[in-house]
T-cell receptor, first 114, second 109 residues
Framework: ETGVTQSPTHLIKTRGQQVTLRCSSQ?????VSWYQQALGQGPQFIFQYYREEENGRGNFPPRFSGLQFPNYSSELNVNALELDDSALYLC?????????????FGEGSRLTVL | DAKTTQPNSMESNEEEPVHLPCNHSTISGTDYIHWYRQLPSQGPEYVIH???SNVNNRMASLAIAEDRKSSTLILHRATLRDAAVYYCIRPSGTYKYIFGTGTRLKVLA
């Protein structure tokens, strides 16, 4: 059984560019949540996908968007990058949507915006 | 407000027990309390969760106050590998977890 994998692990972009981050969920997990973690802060919820539909969203602007595919893998897209988007982006997979279960996190994609 | 309150940092000697406190005074009757930890350069890792009674697993114990307004994560014998940021989390709605800034645990050899 493979865990949650994210790619790329590190990347550098410039302001105004667009970025796509990818996440493969753990086998058997149908739900993916994305979090943004700024330096020295706890992770902040971006959104959750369940069975290819967005199931909930945190306080992030529409330029943060996502997709979930039939195999439950997921993408996070960020348009018009800003300096403050520099952060570690974490993907977490789980079974179902209720907040009573365990989240399995990947090691994250570290984005630097110059 | 779904945030929890934790001390910014704590220290422990190796092989000694560690009690990490958390206040969640506005928690509802059906919200679980979750604990995760984040080792350097890694994603958060599940530690334990519970609703009302005390919970134990191979990593830790969770003691929940009778009024559920606070809880304590107990590491029975701290090791150097337990040095991490520990997050006490309560859910917001049915799908969202709210992380605070956590407690940075330093374990002294």
């Amino acid at each position: 059984e493979t865990g949650v994998t994210q790619s790329p692990t590190h990347l550098i972009k410039t302001r105004g560019q667009q970025v796509t981050l990818r996440c493969s969920s753990q086998s058997g997990h149908n739900t993916v949540s994305w979090y943004q973690q700024a330096l020295g802060q706890g992770p902040q919820f971006i959104f959750q996908y369940y069975r290819e539909e967005e199931n909930g969203r945190g306080n992030f602007p529409p330029r943060f968007s996502g997709l979930q595919f039939p195999n439950y893998s997921s993408e996070l897209n960020v348009n018009a990058l800003e300096l403050d988007d520099s952060a570690l982006y974490l993907c977490a997979s789980s079974v179902g949507t209720l907040n009573t279960g365990e989240l399995f996190f990947g090691e994250g994609s570290r984005l630097t915006v110059l | 407000d779904a945030k929890t309150t934790q001390p910014n940092s704590m220290e422990s000697n190796e092989e000694e027990p560690v009690h990490l406190p958390c206040n969640h005074s506005t928690i509802s009757g059906t919200d679980y309390i979750h604990w995760y930890r984040q080792l350097p350069s890694q994603g958060p890792e599940y530690v334990i969760h519970g609703l009302t009674s005390n919970v134990n697993n191979r990593m830790a114990s969770l003691a929940i106050a009778e009024d559920r307004k606070s809880s304590t994560l107990i590491l029975h014998r701290a090791t150097l590998r337990d040095a991490a940021v520990y997050y006490c989390i309560r859910p917001s709605g049915t799908y969202k977890y709210i992380f605070g800034t956590g407690t940075r645990l330093k374990v002294l050899a």
